[in-house]
């Protein structure tokens, strides 16, 4: 079987920024993507918050700029994902679900969080027609307007006030009649004087036409009422779940699935494997911090293989 000197998992901009830096390195990384290269940033449309464009450019277009960009110099691609790894010694083991298998001296894993939906009626096919789950991303193109946002942990009350910054309300719609989210987040929401907290209320369909949401039908689980709410966008905030469940036993992983690493750098709780992106951060989330941090696990990975070749010298 062949050993790798380098794998990468996953496909957003932590990844392909990692690729970019082995690649140029002279490491002939394979990245393997998944079924959806490009991560989160494919299912978004304007991305304007990514430096060196100044007019913004298309989530998906940056994806596949990333990806042209990292191919340049040498990178291959496998559309497949993971079935199973053995990060017990090294080289690591990894089996793909196509049947490939590789031998690795160092992995990068970059496989992201996912949003969590609510699983409604076209909620997918309306993202970027006023169905978000990133504020930071689109918060921006609500501007005057109204909009909803679900949820009752620090994830909905943080977007709710930053969607204040520029919509003119922020409804918070939320299942139960108290939030779980931290006391001072709960103090700034309930102090902010555009959020409007809706309890016991459950979201059952999104109304739409040609030209995106323009509402919303909810359910009120104490009156046992259902009504409309009018809305021009629909924010979920209602949590992110890391893509780590092939790693299950492998890697020290917190408490809500993400990845450990280790204070400042992208080392895992296994030597020789590296953690970047959203897949261990659940604090920033931004396709920048994500890039940054491939760029970090690619050089961390780099410096690991020339230890490794010194101390081979030496014996
Ligand atoms: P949480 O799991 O803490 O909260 C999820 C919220 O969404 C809950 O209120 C839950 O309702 C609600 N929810 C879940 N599923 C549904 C559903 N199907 N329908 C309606 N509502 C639903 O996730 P968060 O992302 O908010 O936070 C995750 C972790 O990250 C936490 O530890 C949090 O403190 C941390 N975090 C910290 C931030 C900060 O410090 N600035 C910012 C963001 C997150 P219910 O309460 O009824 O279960």
């Known amino acids: 079987m062949e050993t790798k000197q380098i794998i990468i998992i996953g496909s957003g901009p932590a990844g392909y920024t990692a690729a970019l830096y082995a690649s140029r390195a002279g490491l002939s990384p394979i ?16 991305v304007e918050n990514f430096p060196g464009f ?15 960009q990292v191919q340049r110099f040498g990178t291959e691609f ?42 409604l009626a076209n909620e997918m ?32 009350l943080e977007e709710a006030n930053f969607l204040t910054r520029f919509a003119d309300k922020v409804f918070l719609l939320h299942r139960k009649d108290s939030f779980r989210a931290s006391k001072p987040m709960q103090e700034r929401t309930f102090n902010n004087p555009k959020i409007e907290v809706v309890w016991n209320t459950e979201v059952k369909e999104i109304l739409f036409d040609d030209s995106g949401v323009h ?5 009120n689980n104490k009156s046992n ?3 409309d709410r009018k809305t021009d966008g629909f924010f979920l905030g209602i949590g992110h779940e890391p893509n780590t469940k092939f790693l299950k036993g ?24 590296f953690a970047c992106g959203d897949v261990q951060d659940p604090y920033y ?29 030496k014996n």
């Open 250 to 273: 492998q890697l020290a992983l917190d408490d809500h699935g993400y990845i450990k690493t280790e204070g400042k750098h992208p080392d895992t709780s296994v030597s020789g494997v």
């Open 31 to 46: 990245v393997i993507e998944g079924h959806e290269p490009g991560g989160q940033l494919t299912t978004t449309t304007d």
């Open 54 to 68: 100044p007019e913004g450019i298309m989530g998906p277009e940056l994806m596949s700029n990333m990806r042209k």
């Open 125 to 156: 096919q309306l993202i970027g027609k006023g169905v978000s789950a990133c504020a930071t991303c689109d918060g921006f193109f609500y501007r005057g307007k109204i909009v909803h946002v679900v949820g009752g942990g620090d994830t909905a």
């Open 285 to 313: 989330r931004q396709a920048i911090s994500a890039a940054g941090s491939g760029c970090q696990a690619a050089i961390r990975a780099e410096r690991f293989l020339e230890d490794q070749h010194d101390k081979t010298q």
């Open 215 to 219: 509402g919303l039908k909810v359910y």
């Open 225 to 227: 009422e259902t009504y």
């Open 78 to 119: 496998l559309s497949t994902k993971v079935s199973e790894i053995n990060l017990a010694k090294r080289p690591f083991h990894i089996k793909c679900e196509n049947g490939q298998e590789f031998l690795a001296e160092t992995v990068i894993i970059s496989t992201g969080a996912s949003a969590k939906y609510l699983g």
